[in-house]
């Protein structure tokens, strides 16, 4: 009576990744040099890596700061990884073109409805203490 079936164990732990999933996408993002309008942009269309270089993003409010190709294409990566974001597919394969995946959807959402308070030196130590495991 008091032991819980392993179909009620299993959907447990399924929401705990989904929770901790969350919770590291959204602190992603928090680190990140990424603007909100980054993600509210491809809700509309897919968004290419060059669109985030240099100063053109940051006065299109994609990004905070200026960021190098290769530092786009490291944190966009790393919005893959997490499951922010998915690679666009067109006829010859992948692109260099980003989406929002399901979760990036739901981050955004609550970005839009709630204020995200710019991350603690603690939280940026956790985010860069995942990234580095996850290399």
Excluded at 104 to 121: H, I, K, N
């Amino acid at each position: 009576m008091g032991f819980a079936t392993p179909a009620f164990a299993m959907g447990g732990l399924a929401q705990e990744q989904v929770a901790l999933a969350r919770r590291r996408g959204r602190l992603g993002l928090r680190c990140l040099p990424f603007q909100r309008e980054f993600l509210s942009m491809m809700e509309e269309r897919s968004v290419g890596v060059g669109e985030l270089v240099g100063t053109k993003a940051v006065a299109r409010g994609f990004t905070r700061r200026a960021l190098s190709l290769a530092q786009a294409e490291r944190d966009t990566d790393w919005l893959l990884a997490l499951g922010v974001l998915r690679r666009e597919v067109d006829g010859q394969g992948l692109t260099d073109r980003f989406r929002l995946a399901p979760l990036g959807r739901q981050l955004l959402q609550e970005w839009q409805t709630a204020y995200w308070s710019p991350p603690s030196l603690g939280e940026r130590l956790r985010h860069i203490w995942w990234r580095w495991l996850k290399r």
